[in-house]
């Protein structure tokens, strides 16, 4: 079996037997290479020598590939050491000594197994771990061209990679934080687990808190790169077999979206997306909200200029092509604007529940979602809805609260939810993009932004008689008005 990976890092594919470990193991030398170089020739220097080669092969050091994947990104590394970690090791996991089990220098300095090589694989026949001359095992993965861990698990199931971006300030780190913490709950909703596989996925969630009177998150720094998220969600299909699919997540800071260049610099994880969940403010919609986004951003970046951005930078697509790419264009914060939306966008989203089992069913609920869809059209801008009509195929709209009500500013001037934050539809493009990679379907067709283009003359064609064989002749009625309407809806569900 062969496990292809796409790194979540630098997007590099390799086998599952290309990957680099970091090694448990740390050594220093007994003695500095100048001392031995100064010794005169005899078995003992020959001995220091190999102890110190063997010793420098573990040496802690700052990794040459990691600080290349990370100079573009501003001195700041995401990966977090753990206390328990620096006490093991007393340096950065980063740090670690690195070993490629595919060079022969490397398998000097690992176990064989009775099949001949330094892996060790799991049940499913995966590298997991290589165990070291000095009996450590480690399960520390790393990515062979840029040195960035690759997940515990990560590799076996198709990966989809999903891009949360949105001008500053629109609620990116928020969303991502509730959806993280919620995932399980709305996973479940289609009939599906989710596990994450590792521990940024917690990190994210501690380090953004979005709780009663907390302060909520500071802006994103441009330019860093937060770590991705990865979950594992899996199904039971309907003859009972297991599917597992893998999503990795990425929270783009609002200012990479603002010009190509910083997006194709910061944002090749756009580029590399399976899935773009893009936040339009509010603010950007002309609808009253009690808050300023700042002058620079509001400007510079107006949503149709973001996709703009986002269509020149999908290099492969001529630029009068349409992007395909699912979009889910989302309008947050609802909590400001309730007013404006009927009662289902007041509330949360609903399972579709099967009458007999009652198990929820791997179902969007389309049937919700098309009443609230053209009022959330009705408030998007023309020249937004004319950007994405003229540069995307596949697009829907959405709104959501992630904190479900209000937020204020506390005595040091930090925004903090007013009440318990409850979130309100936040996983609706979650779900439709689950629907668009294929995981789940819809209980009835979604309805689209723009009705499919009807066929011209808009006619059905009348089933042929024997009499029109006989002339070869087909005849036609003209559309009714249902049948008309379906257009306004996907083909299928
Ligand atoms: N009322 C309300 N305010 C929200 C909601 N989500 C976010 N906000 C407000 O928007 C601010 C910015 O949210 P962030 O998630 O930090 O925005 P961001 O898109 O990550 O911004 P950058 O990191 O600068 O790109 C928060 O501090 C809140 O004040 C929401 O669901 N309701
Ligand atoms: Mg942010
Ligand atoms: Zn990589």
Redesign the pocket.
Known sequence: MDYRIKCPYCFAEFSHKEVHFRMETIKTPSRSLQDIELMSDSPERARLMAEYNAAMMFAKKDDPQYEAFWSKYEDVKTERTTNSEWEKFGCEVYQLPIINPNTAEGRKVLRTNAAGDCFIYDADGMVTAVEDIYGKQTRRRVCPRCHNPIPLQYGKKKTKFLSVI????????????QILTYMSKYVSYVGMASNFCDDHVNNFIKD?P?KLNQP??????KGVLPQPMVYDLTQIMPDRSVKTDTIVIY?????TCQDAEAMINYGEFVTKSDGIIL?VDPSQLNINVN?DLDEESKKSSEPQIVLNTIHTVFTDIKSTELCNIPLAVCI?????FETMLPAEGRRDITPIIDTFSELKKPLFNATEYNILEPKIKSIVIDELKTALRTQYSDYNFFV????????AKNENG??C?VMP?I?RRIAEPLLWMFKKFGYIRSDVPIRLPEPRKLPEPAVVELPRTAVDKLLRRTRTRPMTDAEKEAYKYELTC
Do not use: R
């Open positions: 949105g001008v500053t300030g629109a609620g990116k780190t928020v969303y991502i934080s953004n979005v909520l998150p500071p802006s994103t720094q929270d783009i800071a609002g200012e936040l808050y947050p914060k609802s909590d400001m959501f609260s992630a904190t479900g009500c209000d937020v930090q925004f939810p934050p979130p």
